[in-house]
């Protein structure tokens, strides 16, 4: 894990979840691996909180949904339906480029 050149500091966390889960099928580690590399990953306040709360997690995705509680704004999901609904192509976007944001939107 040390290896995959990846960190994650407080800064985009669903960037961090998408990559590290890509670099997790790509080398074939599960759950209880990426929790345990966890560290390996971590900087900063991102460390000190997984420090704090490590004992909470069973599950790499119980510690996927409580980094989203930690450093995702409050309403984000809420916020990001509601831009995915008012998302319109502009007069000089082409289509791909359109259909990539409305995909990247929805993918989070």
């Known amino acids: 894990i040390r290896k995959w050149g990846l960190h ?10 998408e990559r590290v889960e890509k670099f ?43 980094l989203k509680d930690q450093y995702l704004p409050r309403g984000y999901q809420r916020q990001l339906r509601r831009e995915i609904q008012h998302q319109k192509q502009q007069s000089n976007e082409t289509f791909r480029k359109y259909a990539t944001t409305v995909l990247t939107m929805m993918r989070r």
Request: aromatic share 16%.
């Open 8 to 17: 994650f500091d407080g800064k985009d966390p669903l960037s961090f979840l």
């Open 24 to 66: 997790s099928t790509a080398y074939g580690y599960d759950g209880s691996c990426l929790l345990t590399g966890l560290p390996e990953l971590l900087r900063g306040d991102a460390l000190l909180w997984y420090r704090n709360c490590q004992g909470s997690w069973n599950t790499w995705e119980q510690f996927c949904e409580d």
